[in-house]
């Protein structure tokens, strides 16, 4: 045997070329292949020799296909989808798999077909799924776009009339941060079989020209045709790309790749398999790469040799047995859910409980694209203490088979081990270094045995388990327990049963109620958790046990038929999970003014066919150029500490490194900032956060820094206790506060404290920097929200002048406000490399780099004393805001002056006083972010509104409406409200919603059930549009006419998704009278508008919107003598006849926001130039026990005036609004106590997915509202950020049915909710005897495991 091996890998462990077979005794033919083959888009590939480190996504992006977008790394956002394609001789069936190319090893796709999204169509000739996701308005920055179309495309492929349900299901594995998924799914829906996409009760259509309200007329159905009606191209599956015949003859064989750091080995048969790991003890197999592609990526393990097991059939193989289901270990976990089903159908229904709660937990693993490659195997071999697997595993006497080649005899062997002893610590198990997990067994259940699967998450799809468990019990004939198992996973630092807890219930009668009573006790007293136990939230965890044992009690209870007296109807409301109904989404908007062709049209967003096709192009996805180097940055690993000294000497040593820079070689200015000039570009003594320098990306961990750590500051509260603020102290005064709160009936003092955000764009922050030789100029290409700060900054770095620079932007993925300044510190240490190297330099950011620097939302805390009148009138605030605003100042001082202006939301108080504190501290600097400040004094406001009205014993909607603004009044920055629509709008969504008629139905839910309560909220917002800060209210545009007729626009304004150049094209070819094809932009550039603005506060339409208008009435005009001559000419032979009378075809244009300056010092002048006014009144549905919840259903109405494109305006809408719920849901920001950031990825921190939108989404806007005042352009309103806010109608009727909880359980204390309410906080709030009994406390000096700042 020795000499075999030698023949075929040498002492060094290298292939020895020729080596052509190996015959032994037990059967074993290895022969290594060193070319890799596949096909990709139907053409053939071969690698020789590939990379093992290479991932899918990295090998299809550097051969140019870039619609795969790289938006984690980590399996966590989706936007990498391929599918990927492969034949089963055995079962002559060809499946599709949608999977993340950033996990997928590029090694492991041999013998396979990878579609990538270049490869279903292109904008000439587009895949129906790409037509319908453009057309339908599916799509605004467009990068998580192709990956989305992928998920639905592989559905398609393998089920081309799918159910709605199905459709919904395939996207739990994608993220979108812009759309608000509703017209995304009705796309989507558009496959779906039947399609049932328009509502039967709605006087509305779903825009397919073949809708079925179209076909119903002849039915006498009424309804509004003027909806926009599609004509889509016809599904036809036999078009679809055939899988490669060669493929389908095609016959594995075992590979061998030797790449700079690692090996790679695949066998493709168990004997290869156990040969290779008795010869590589050590070597680490690689199955569906999602936890080892992590270790690899962020845990920065190595393993030099790597088995990749996911092509061996035994491994894949599955058997009905009369006790139970052999499973192969690798199979993967979407087939594994299908044999699970079909195990339903072949085993007798009391047989199947325990495949039943695989299912359960199946159903919340990861997202399909996950799924699609993940096995048992690796799940049971990591052990995670969070797995969700293992709890089932270990409460029903599985065993797993472990195999081997015999040392001596090289004769394959195998043990069994029951689950009970298979892990032994942390991540750890029994199996020994030649072993591999083979088979696992999962038994039938017996007469009278259930078993259920729990798991609870911050997010419900897609999202690793905070608590999560496999309960057992099987009973006698006298419902006694014979045999109790209960595993619970998050509990301790694997996955464990409760002994003690069986042991209590064995020979006990279910369903007695001291039997459930002790039983609870017992669980408490076993699971014993500190306070600051890692992974932290020890009394929700706590709790989550209590609760899922008491859903099965109850469960079980009910399926035994056992009377247990309390609840008995109420059983199967409150045991499972709240499950959502299909969404559904329904717009009702204006219409185009008559006298308007283009301006008011739904006109889809002009880049949505290109970027769902991936033809978009984004700064990373520019062609390398020749001789392009990669920046990478040195992050400070402490929050606060002094540099001692920077070693970058083994960094240097490295092949391939080039340079490495620092303070001493800024040339120009190290020293920068938006407002104030606090910024280091590089740190030089004192290190902060984030300070960074630029090498090749592999050296970073090489780079040694010394600090000396000092001492540091992350919260708010520990802020105020250190007196540590930015020199910011702002007030506004109204009236006298004072007498106010002395004549009051009421004075109430409350605190609110709001959380961060982070943006979380889909595209990471991306610049590439190209240095010309010739006059020391430079290009950059950037994902900047704010293209003239980026040029100007640069210069000043680099010591030059700012028209060597242009600043070019052809499109971002999402901005939100995170890269109107946080964009520039990437761009300024890039430049720096590139002025001392003379070469292009790229970065982008990795998503946890990103999160690491790139700086937040603040968080808020507002202090406050609030006087009201017996009657329920508000008669004076005194309000102390402070928000964390990270290391530097930012923009900081300007978002508390908003979040100051935006305190009153929509009420009127006569008296206010208002001051706002800037919190310095050690965490990154925070930043813009959608609504800047607003969303938070609003937050503060309605916090107020609730608490008191609590206190009171008031209703909380009377008390809002008494108290609303009316036209004319003044706020407290002494602005007069007009044209104010806010209270016609509360009065339209309450009666379009029923609200009166809802509020009674869902009080009478909340009597009838205990553990599920419901509650609604109807809450208001108005928006300040302008900047506050007076000079960036000013906007440039130019536009040429060429001699064909063809205009080209340029304007300040950035595309970030928000459909600006959209808007821009249509105001442009509606001032000039010419056809929106005709009308083109190419890209937002400094030296085609200089001084922009940043594109943000929601005004960039409104100012760029005039200017585009204004260079175009000058061209008008100038054409108007040549129309009024010619009248039946053409365009371009009008432009002709002026351009031979030297008339000048290119005009700029300008424009100022009149009337505004407001006064901080008297309180005096005009703040904004109009408000953007809405309201959103929202149902909820909690789960009492685990703190989940579901929104039932939202109606929003929004005043945006007369809309230049009421599709991208509802986009805006409802993707603000889906935003707006996440922060105050399930969007929580964590910081450990050493400063660094926990939530720093999509495993962390969740976004709300597909399923967590309103199952029932109407959007309005408002009718019959006059605009006197309004001089926007075409009396249009900004609309980005206004109805962000709108999303806290969730966190309010949250707190509605929180209260509603503790009203069942006696418990009259107000609510008090700090946000983001997340599943711990929801159920913590609810207060009642279950949190009472498991509340671990905090001991002295326990500080907590991570901390919201
Ligand atoms: C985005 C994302 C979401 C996730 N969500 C969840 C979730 O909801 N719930 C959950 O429990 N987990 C989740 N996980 C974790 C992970 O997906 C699972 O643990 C999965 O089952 C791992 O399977 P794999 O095939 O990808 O393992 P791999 O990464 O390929 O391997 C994992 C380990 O198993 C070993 N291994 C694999 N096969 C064998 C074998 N036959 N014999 C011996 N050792 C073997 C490997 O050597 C390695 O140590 C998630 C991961 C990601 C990236
Ligand atoms: S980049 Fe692959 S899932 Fe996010
Ligand atoms: S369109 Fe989905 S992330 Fe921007």
New binding site residues.
């Given amino acids: 045997m020795k000499e075999h091996k030698s023949a075929l890998i040498d002492s060094n462990d290298h292939l020895v070329d020729g080596a052509n077979g190996l015959n032994v005794e037990n059967g074993l033919d290895l022969k290594f292949k060193t070319k890799l083959h596949f096909y990709l888009n139907g053409t053939s590939v071969e690698i020789n020799n590939p990379e093992p480190e290479t991932t899918l996504l990295q090998y299809v992006r550097s051969v140019g296909l870039t619609g795969t977008k ?11 989808t391929v599918m990927i394609s492969s034949y089963d001789k055995s079962f002559d069936k060809i499946t599709h798999c949608s999977v ?4 997928t090893p590029l090694c492991s796709i041999d013998g396979k077909h990878v579609i990538t999204i270049e490869g279903i169509g292109n904008v000439e000739n587009p895949h129906p799924v790409q037509e319908r996701i453009a057309l339908l308005h599916g799509s605004q920055c467009g990068f998580c776009t192709p990956g989305i179309a992928m998920s639905l495309y592989s559905l398609l492929r393998n089920n081309p009339s799918p159910s709605e349900k199905e459709i919904e299901e395939c996207f739990d594995g994608n993220l979108c941060r812009c759309t608000g998924y509703r017209p995304i799914l009705d796309a989507a829906k558009t496959f779906a079989n039947p399609s049932k996409n328009c509502d039967a009760t709605e006087n509305l259509g779903c825009g397919r020209a073949d809708c079925c309200k179209l076909k119903n007329i002849d039915n006498g159905v009424a309804f509004d045709l003027k909806f926009p009606q599609i004509k889509f191209k016809e599904y036809d599956v036999t078009q679809e790309l055939i899988f490669p015949p060669s493929l389908m003859k095609y016959i594995p064989e075992p590979l061998y790749f030797s790449g700079r750091k690692s090996k790679w080995f695949r066998p493709v048969s168990l004997n290869q398999l156990l040969y290779l790991k008795s010869r590589y003890p050590y070597a680490k197999l690689v199955s569906g790469n999602t936890e080892v592609g992590i270790e690899t990526k962020f845990k920065k393990l190595s393993y030099n040799v790597q088995i990749f097991v996911g092509d061996i059939p035994e491994l894949k193989t599955w058997e009905f047995k009369d006790d139970g289901l052999l499973i192969g270990a690798n199979i993967n976990l979407s087939k594994f859910q299908e044999i699970l089903q079909d195990a339903l159908e072949h085993y007798e229904p009391h047989q199947t409980q325990i495949f039943k709660s695989l299912l359960e937990n199946l159903r919340w693993f990861a997202g399909n694209q996950i799924r699609n490659v993940a096995t048992p195997a690796g799940n049971i071999i990591t052990g995670s203490p969070i797995s969700d697997l293992n709890p089932i595993f270990l409460s029903s006497k599985t065993l797993f088979s472990l195999s081997s080649l015999e040392s001596s005899s090289m004769v394959a062997t195998d043990r069994a081990i029951p689950s009970e002893s298979f892990w032994t610590g942390y991540r750890q198990n029994c199996c020994e270094e030649t072993e591999i997990l083979e088979k696992i067994f999962i038994p039938c259940s017996k007469q009278g045995q259930y078993s259920r699967a729990y798991k609870q998450a911050k997010r419900r799809d897609d999202d690793i388990a905070i608590v999560n468990a496999g309960l057992s019990v099987l009973l006698d004939d006298n419902n006694q327990v014979k045999e109790a198992a209960f595993a619970f996973g998050g509990m301790s630092w694997v996955t464990v049963r409760a002994p003690e807890s069986e042991h209590f219930v064995l020979g006990k009668k279910w369903g007695d109620q001291n039997v459930l009573k002790g039983l609870l006790e017992k669980l408490c007293e076993e699971f014993q958790m500190k306070f600051s136990t890692p992974g932290g939230m020890a009394t929700y965890r706590k709790t989550l046990v209590v609760g899922f044992m008491y859903k099965f009690w109850y469960d079980v209870s009910k399926s035994a038929n056992i009377i247990v007296g309390d609840y008995d109807d109420d059983i199967e409301n409150f045991v499972g999970i709240i499950e959502r109904n299909i969404s559904k989404g329904v717009q009702i908007v204006g219409q185009a003014e008559k006298d308007k062709t283009i301006v008011g049209k739904q006109i889809p967003h002009l880049s949505a066919m290109k970027q769902v096709t991936g033809e978009a192009m984004y700064t990373d996805d520019i062609p390398k150029l020749q001789g392009e180097l990669y920046g990478a940055l040195v992050l400070s690993q402490k929050a606060h500490a002094k540099i001692l000294g920077i070693d970058a000497t083994e960094a240097l040593a490295q092949p391939g490194v080039k340079g490495f820079f620092s303070a001493k070689d800024v040339p120009g200015s190290n020293i920068w900032g938006p407002v104030s000039h606090d910024e280091e570009v590089f740190a030089s003594e004192e290190v902060n956060f984030a300070e960074t320098q630029a090498i090749a990306q592999e050296a970073v961990g090489l780079v040694k820094v010394h600090y000396s750590e000092l001492p540091h500051i992350l919260t708010i509260e520990e802020a105020i206790e250190n007196n540590s603020f930015f020199p910011v102290n702002r007030r506004i005064v109204k009236g006298d506060v004072e007498k106010g709160l002395k004549e009051a009936d009421f004075v109430f003092e409350g605190e609110t404290r709001i959380g961060g955000q982070e943006h979380f764009y889909l595209e990471t922050q991306a610049t590439l920097i190209i240095p010309k030789i010739e006059d020391k100029e430079f290009e950059i290409h950037s994902s900047t929200q704010n293209p003239t700060e980026t040029q100007i900054v640069v210069a000043s770095v680099l010591g030059i002048d700012a028209n060597k620079i242009v600043c070019r932007v052809k499109r971002i993925g999402g901005g939100f406000g995170g890269k109107e300044t946080r964009s520039i510190p990437l761009s300024l240490a890039l430049a720096v490399g590139a002025w001392h190297l003379k070469k292009p330099i790229r970065c982008m950011l990795d998503r946890d780099e990103d999160i690491i620097i790139s700086g937040q939302r603040h968080p808020f805390l507002g202090r406050w004393k609030v006087g009201v009148t017996k009657d329920g009138k508000l008669l004076a605030m005194d309000i102390q805001i402070f928000n964390n605003g990270g290391w530097s100042a930012d923009l900081s001082a300007a978002v508390l002056e908003r979040g100051m202006t935006h305190v009153d939301n929509c009420y009127y108080t006569p008296n206010m006083r208002i001051t706002g504190r800037l919190c310095k501290t050690n965490i990154h600097s925070n930043t813009a972010f959608r609504g800047f400040g607003g969303p938070q004094g609003m937050m503060i406001a309605e916090n107020i509104m609730c608490e008191i009205a609590d206190r009171m014993g008031i209703d909380v909607n009377d008390f809002r409406e008494k108290n609303l603004y009316v036209e004319g009044q003044k706020t407290h920055f002494n602005q007069t409200l007009k044209d104010w629509h806010v209270p016609l709008i509360y009065r339209q969504i309450k009666n379009d919603s029923e609200f009166e008629k809802r509020r009674k139905e869902i009080d009478k839910f909340n009597s009838e059930h205990k553990w599920r309560k419901r509650g609604l909220a109807l809450i208001p917002t108005k928006f300040g549009l302008s900047y506050t800060t007076l000079h960036l209210n000013q906007a440039g545009a130019l536009v040429h006419i060429y001699l064909d007729g063809s205009v080209l626009i340029s304007h300040g304004g950035v595309e970030m998704g928000q459909g600006l150049h959209t808007k821009m094209l249509q105001i442009a070819a509606e001032t000039l009278g010419v056809p929106l094809e005709t009308v083109h932009l190419m890209e937002t550039a400094t030296n085609l508008v200089v001084n922009t603005s940043a594109t943000a506060a929601s005004v960039s339409s409104d100012i760029n919107g005039y200017a585009v208008s204004n260079a175009c009435k000058i061209l008008t005009e100038r054409l108007k003598p040549y129309r009024e001559k010619m009248p039946d000419k053409s365009f371009k032979e009008i432009v002709h006849a002026a351009y031979f009378d030297r008339v000048n075809l290119s005009a700029n244009g300008y424009y100022k926001t009149p009337d505004i300056g407001y006064n901080w010092d008297k309180n005096e002048g005009q703040m904004f130039f109009y408000f953007t006014m809405g309201a959103a009144c929202t149902e909820v549905e909690i789960d009492v026990l685990t703190g989940d919840h579901t929104i039932l259903r939202t109606d929003i109405c929004m005043d945006i005036g007369r809309s230049i494109n009421y599709a991208i305006d509802v986009g805006q809408i409802e993707g603000a609004f889906v935003q707006g719920v996440g922060w105050c849901t399930i969007e929580e920001t964590l910081h450990f106590p050493n400063g660094h950031v926990f939530t720093k990825g999509p495993g962390n921190y969740k976004l709300p997915g597909f399923r967590d939108i309103p199952q029932d989404f109407r959007i309005y806007t408002l009718k019959d509202a006059k605009y006197p005042n309004l001089k926007t352009i075409h009396s249009s309103k900004g609309v980005g950020e206004p109805p962000l806010f709108l999303g806290s109608s969730v966190f309010f009727a949250i707190r509605d049915a929180i209260k509603s909880a503790r009203q069942s359980n006696n418990n009259g204390a107000t609510v008090v909710l700090s946000s983001p309410a997340t599943p711990e906080i929801i159920r913590l709030a609810c207060d009642d005897e279950i949190i009472k009994s498991c509340k671990v406390e905090r001991k002295n000096e326990e500080s907590a495991w991570v901390l919201r700042v």
């Fill in positions: 790289l938006g984690c790394a980590e399996g966590g956002c989706g936007a990498c993340n190319a950033c996990l």
